[in-house]
C-alpha cells in the first residue's frame, strides 16, 4: 500500500511564499515521476510541476520562474517551493507519484493567498 502525505499549506499574503512537501511511504522502491496538481472549486485538477527520476522538470506557464519543485535527499519525497505567490494561486494542492502505469495521490493540502 502507496501512502502520500502532503504537508506545508497555509495562508499567505500576495507576494509571500510557502514549501510545501510530499512525504511516501509503501512498497514502491521508486517513482518515475512526482508532480505537484492543485484543483480549484468547479474546475479540473491542472499540472503545476512534476520532476522525473532523471531529474527533468517541467512547469505550468503560470508559475513558471516562482515555483521550483525538486526529490528529497530521502527517497520517494519531493517539495514545491513557491515564491511570489499570487491570489490566483489559491487551492488544494495534490501530490502525485507515477510508477509502472500507476497514480497515487495524497489528500490535498490547502494553501491561500491573500491580496
Known amino acids: 500500500q502507496v501512502q502520500l502525505v502532503e504537508s506545508g499549506g497555509g495562508l499567505v499574503q500576495a507576494g509571500g511564499s510557502l514549501r510545501l512537501s510530499c512525504v511516501t511511504s509503501?512498497?514502491?522502491?521508486?517513482?518515475?515521476?512526482m508532480a505537484w496538481y492543485r484543483q480549484t472549486p468547479g474546475k479540473p485538477r491542472e499540472l503545476v510541476a512534476a520532476?522525473?527520476?532523471?531529474?527533468?522538470?517541467n512547469y505550468a506557464d503560470s508559475v513558471k520562474g516562482r515555483f521550483a519543485i525538486s526529490r528529497g535527499n530521502v527517497k520517494n519525497t519531493v517539495y514545491l517551493q513557491m515564491d511570489s505567490l499570487k491570489p490566483e494561486d489559491t487551492a488544494v494542492y495534490y501530490c502525485?507519484?507515477?510508477?509502472?502505469?500507476?497514480?497515487?495521490w495524497g489528500q490535498g493540502t490547502q494553501v491561500t493567498v491573500s491580496s
Open positions: 502525485n507519484a507515477a510508477v509502472g502505469g500507476a497514480d497515487y
Open positions: 509503501g512498497t514502491i522502491f521508486s517513482f518515475n515521476r
Open positions: 520532476v522525473t527520476v532523471s531529474g527533468s522538470t
